[in-house]
């Protein structure tokens, strides 16, 4: 009966957990489909070399070697101990204990032993990073950029991924001296020593069966707990990026990083001043000049601030940020996924987007802030996951000096002058090829 119950219990969590999961993934998808449609299926060869290398290969990791290989033992740890899920998933469900084992033989010691020593490499790096963030702590770490819950973020994912392991270790050290004890299905489902657990099992073997199955049933329980409510932690914090740089690295963009999205309409507007016999009769002016909001970004910039990792790489190398200047590219991203989450929220209550007296403009990046960028680049060439903070900045900057004439006077000269003598200098084309004659 207790059997039955127990499968009852652990099927009613693990569905509530899959269910709550897949219901907040739906809502992040419907709120990076608010953006802007924008087409990105050019050169998929190109587009699957970047998942190759910078999703699963961690490519721009490995410019920091030492940090790069204890974020893969991470990175494998997530993705390859947790095949061993689907065996506690399996067992939970059928009420079994190690299906795998009589199945797999000698190559099910194989694989639990690989796992174990990755779990002890994962508890390391968790721990060398910890150290990193909150003792030695690094500049790009103490940013006030991160004050508050992002700072602490980081740290429960850190401190979780440590105590899983830990978990899922003396689980299985309980379980071998059960074996060795013979006791129960214990006993019937004996495997190969495994070898990092192995080394736990003194710690365990004076306890008597009984405190020896509470041990390994409530680490059980807690193990696939743990990592059910991981998975609905994830969503909300910046280790998303864990899932989302496989397609935020496909739908990177390709044109080169100094090339500038032009405009169409405007593009279209001066050929008609040109040419107005080209102008068509029903020809309507663009909308909107720039971004405003997160509804005038396209879908890719949103999933490029969702998949944002914080880890200030970008920051760490931007002219203005290292200058003292109120830019901060890490935090470009950080605020347009605050903005995308509220206005997501909006229209899930309202049904549609209800104006709620606030822009991605001017209430969650300021004007300072974009005018301090220099377009160098440097945030786009650090980023991990090919993420581009600079897109958005200059589509902000396009709405402030299009749709506001927001611009320094400096600026605004350089545009007369390009208006009316069709270059930044205050000459005019005649001047210019006098100048030119003299001066050869």
């Not at 950080?334 to 104006?355: L, Y």
Request: proline share 5%; aromatic share 10%; hydrophobic share 45%.
């Amino acid at each position: 009966m207790m059997h039955i119950v127990s499968q009852v219990i652990f099927i009613i969590a693990a569905a509530t957990g899959i269910g709550l999961f897949a219901k907040r993934i739906s809502g992040i998808r419907k709120n990076i489909l608010t953006g802007r449609d924008a087409d990105y299926s050019d050169q998929p060869s190109v587009r699957w070399k970047n998942v190759l290398l910078l999703a699963f290969g961690q490519k721009k990791m490995f410019r920091n070697p030492l940090v790069a290989v204890l974020h893969f033992f991470v990175y494998a740890g997530f993705i390859i101990i947790n095949i061993e899920v689907l065996e506690i998933i399996l067992d939970g469900i059928l009420g079994t204990h190690r299906l795998f084992a009589p199945v797999l033989g000698s190559l099910y010691g194989f694989l639990i032993n690989a796992f174990e020593i990755l779990a002890v490499l994962v508890i390391v790096s968790c721990a060398i990073f910890l150290i990193r963030r909150n003792i030695i702590k690094l500049k790009r770490f103490i940013s006030k950029d991160l004050d508050g819950w992002p700072r602490s973020d980081a740290n429960y994912i850190l401190i979780t991924e440590i105590v899983l392991m830990l978990l899922f270790l003396t689980m299985n050290s309980t379980d071998l001296v059960l074996q060795s004890k013979g006791y129960g299905h214990y006993g019937e489902n004996a495997t190969d020593r495994f070898r990092v657990s192995g080394m736990l099992t003194p710690l365990y073997s004076s306890l008597n069966e009984a405190t020896l199955v509470a041990i390994e049933r409530s680490c059980w329980w807690l193990h696939i707990l743990g990592i059910l409510a991981f998975m609905n932690y994830l969503p909300y914090s910046k280790h998303l990026h864990i899932m989302l740089a496989f397609p935020n690295a496909y739908y990177a963009r390709l044109l080169p990083k100094g090339e500038m999205n032009n405009m169409p309409a405007v593009q279209n507007e001066v050929l008609y001043a040109m040419q107005p016999e080209l102008a068509p009769a029903d020809a309507a002016p663009p909308s909107r000049f720039g971004a405003k909001d997160v509804f005038d970004l396209t879908w890719r910039n949103l999933l490029d601030a969702y998949s944002c990792t914080e880890c200030g790489r970008c920051s760490a190398a931007c002219p203005a940020t290292i200058t003292g200047k109120a830019l901060s590219p890490r935090k470009i991203m950080m605020d347009t996924r605050d903005r995308v989450e509220e206005t997501g929220k909006n229209i899930r209550i309202n049904g549609t987007f209800k104006d709620d007296g606030k822009t991605l403009l001017h209430d969650y990046i300021t004007v300072e802030e974009l005018r301090a960028c220099t377009t160098c680049n440097a945030c786009v060439e650090e980023c991990p996951v090919s993420i581009s903070p600079l897109e958005i900045i200059l589509e902000l900057r396009r709405s402030l000096v299009m749709e506001e004439s927001n611009a320094p006077q400096e600026w605004n000269a350089m545009f007369s002058n390009i208006e009316n003598n069709f270059a930044p200098w205050q000459f005019s084309p005649d001047d210019r090829d006098k100048w030119a004659g003299e001066t050869g």
